[in-house]
């Protein structure tokens, strides 16, 4: 039997200060790595939720978490989140927690396949 594979995802409380952030993006292929929000030297991306909206007409994994490398995502925080079918979508609200980015690095985005993705994002950074 193969072994699970352990992804990177931090997970804390929410943290009070800074500005909130409530973004609402859109792209017509991130395969090959995207940023959702550039990296800010010095602070954190915390994210409270993250919804994704494929519309793909075939199966496409998604992986989303920190900086980039050689196109590709170079620490995984969440995937390969798997949608098929046209208008698939997931959706993970941490609540009163947050997904934690490292430090100084930019929240990405990649996929196994050209197709348009809708992403939204709330949280903030500090």
């Known amino acids: 039997m193969a072994a699970m594979t352990s992804n990177s995802i931090v997970i804390q409380n929410m943290p009070l200060g800074g500005s909130p952030f409530y973004y609402s993006l859109y792209n017509a292929d991130v395969s090959g790595c995207e940023d959702l929000i550039a990296a800010s030297s010095g602070k954190c991306h915390y ?70 993705v809708f992403v939204y994002l709330e949280g903030v950074t500090l």
Do not use: N
């Open 47 to 116: 994210i409270r939720k993250i919804i994704l909206y494929a519309q793909s007409v075939t199966d496409v994994t998604f992986t989303i978490g920190s900086a980039e490398t050689d196109g590709a995502v170079t620490t995984i925080y969440l995937g390969p989140i798997p949608l098929s079918d046209t208008g698939s979508s997931f959706e993970i609200d941490f609540g009163s927690k947050a997904m934690v980015c490292a430090s100084g690095t930019a929240l990405t985005i990649d996929s196994s396949a050209a197709c348009p």
